[in-house]
Each structure stands twice: as C-alpha cells, then as structure tokens.
C-alpha cells in the first residue's frame, strides 16, 4: 500500500466512514462509495457523514465516489466495511469489476448467515484463492476513532506484507494496529462477542448487577473460545484484542448497539422494533442465528448463545432464558 496508490472503502456507514476518515489523515489517498446510493449525495454535499459521525469534517484526502468503477479503475487495496448479510453481494459487485492486482480486506464482523461460512471462506468463494486477504478487528467505536481516541486492533491476513502495509496505513499517534496471521480468530471473536454482548444488556436491564455481567463476559469468552478452537482458531488470538478486547468493550458500553438491544428487550421492547429504534445493524441478531446453527453442527456447547438466540429468534422471555441458565447441571469449570 504505497503513499501514491488510493485505498478504496465499499461501505459509508459510522464505521467505514470512520476507517476513511483516518486514512485521509494520516496522508492516503481515500475512496468511499456505498452499495446504497442514497447515502452518497449528502457525503458530498456536506463533507461529512452527518448521519452517523455529525461535526467530524472530511479530510481533503477522501473523496466520496458514486460509481465503483471509478474505484477499482484506480485502487488495488480495498476494504469491505459493509453489513456482513450484505458482505458476499458487495464482493460479487467488486469482482464484476475485474480489479487487477486486487488486495482485499475487511473490518466487517459476523458470519455468513444461511451457511455459517466465516468471511474469509467467502471471499475465497468469490475472488479465488489469488488475492492477498486481510481482516480488521478489535475493541472499536467508530466516533471515538474518528475523533481521534487512542485505539488498538488486529489486524490477520493470509498474506504477512498485506497486514504489514494495512497496519502502517492506519498507525499514526492514536492508531495502532497489531498483525496475525489468525484470521479464524479474529473473525470469530468479532461475531460471537455481539451475541455476549445482547445478553450483557439484557442482564444489567434487568438490573442483575456486576457480578452477572462479569460472569457472562467470562463464560461468554469460554464459549467464543470453544467455537473458534473447533474453527481453527488459535487461544491466544481471542484472549488478545480481536477477542477478550472487542467483547469486554461491547459489552460494558452503551455506545454498543448489541448491548443496547439488550437494554431494550430487558424493558420489555420486542427485537423489530428495538432494532429499528436503534437506526443501525445490529449484528448480534443476525450472528445469533449463525452460531446457533453452527454450534449445533459441530456439536459446541454454547449456552449463553443458545438462551440468546431463544431470545432473539423464538421469542423466550428474558427471566425465563435466565433462569434456564442458572439451572444448567454444576460442572468443572475446566
């Protein structure tokens, strides 16, 4: 990733807005474009993303595109910041293009609903197993890092020189981006931690207290560990900032969207329309049916995904999922 060459952003959401913004300041040339074309004319107009990042200005560095051949006409790095229902169409569009020298990576967090499949087995599926392929993820707020607030990520790929170059696009004095080559891990601790984190929600809605939500992100690890583990993940990676890192974050802070869900349906809201309130994907609902299939599949116990995804997805009683936990057969923790 050269000074010279423009990196492109597919996804002009509160996250992917924020990556483009610290590119541009750290010197890149950024281009930004939206599968939703209706997002784009205020971009331009405005200069900022006064949707989901108002009073932060864009930098003279990113220009917001219309068209995604104008992109793929000039970048050969790429970043996917989109939905992850909406990951395999936004790369179906990409590889019409036919981009030459393509490297590709992504800051979006989930699995492939219908199938289960972790992003970078689509992205394989869909470019072929030629592109350098990266993943971005970690304990991240979108407005704090557009702001300027200390950060720290991971950063896997497939390709060393890739991670190397994506992390020193993105380092600057508030910014910094560690490298692995994990990329099972870090993409599994950036999808389970959102199911954890509805569940942290719903419990201190419920006005369960410090303890509980201590043992649900603790427990929660156990079972993002368990699944990645079955995944090929490595241990370390999700007790590192892609997995412990990402989920105490998302699930002690209200500026999570999973965990405001959890306020929500604590209180009594039904999931539509406690969705909707919140204006944005929430990915723990989506990612609750993911693993719930998959847990099931390859035969993990998963139980607080489970009582989540009961929740979420057959319409259980918050107390009722509760209570069905506390009542699991004592066991060893080990």
């Known amino acids: 990733m050269t000074t010279t060459a423009p990196i492109g952003i597919l996804g002009a959401g509160s996250w992917g807005t924020a990556l483009a913004i610290l590119l541009a300041r750290n010197g890149r040339s950024v281009r930004l474009w939206s599968v939703d074309q209706n997002e ?32 793929t006409a000039v970048v050969n790095d790429v970043l996917v910041v989109v939905p992850s229902h909406g990951f395999r169409t936004t790369l179906k569009l990409l590889a ?40 971005l993820s970690g304990p991240t707020f979108a407005r704090e890092v557009a702001a300027g607030m200390p950060t720290a990520v991971t950063i896997a790929a497939n390709d060393p020189p890739f991670a190397r170059d994506l992390a020193e696009a ?14 099972a891990g870090v993409e599994v601790g950036g999808a389970v931690k959102n199911i954890i984190a509805i569940g942290c929600g719903i419990s201190d809605g419920l006005k369960f207290g410090a303890n509980a939500r ?15 583990l079955k995944l090929g993940a490595r241990a370390e990676t999700l007790q590192g900032l892609a997995g412990l890192g990402d989920l105490v974050l998302t699930c002690t802070d209200d500026q999570s969207r999973n965990r405001r869900l959890g306020l929500a349906l604590a209180a009594g809201n039904d999931v539509k329309s406690s969705a909707r309130d919140i204006g944005q994907v929430v ?36 107390r009722a999922a509760v209570e069905a936990l506390m009542a699991r057969a004592l066991k060893s923790e080990a």
């Open 96 to 135: 019409a293009q036919k981009p030459k020298n393509l490297r590709l990576a992504w800051a979006t967090k989930g699995f492939e609903h219908d199938s289960g499949k972790l992003l970078h087995q689509v992205a394989t599926e869909e470019l072929g197993s030629q592109p350098p392929l990266a993943v």
């Open 40 to 71: 784009l004319p205020p971009l331009i107009a405005d200069h900022e993303n006064r949707q989901y990042l108002p009073g932060i200005p864009f930098p003279a560095a990113l220009a917001v595109e219309t068209r995604l051949e104008e992109i």
């Open 170 to 183: 993105l380092h600057n004095r508030s910014f910094r981006a560690y490298t692995s080559d994990d990329m």
């Open 214 to 228: 201590a043992a649900l992100i603790t427990r929660g690890l156990a079972e993002i560990t368990r699944l990645g």
């Open 283 to 318: 990915e723990g609902v989506y990612a609750a049916e993911a693993v719930h299939l998959l847990a099931h599949r390859l035969d993990v116990e998963m139980p607080i995904t489970e009582q989540v995804y009961r929740i979420l997805h057959q319409g259980v009683a918050p």
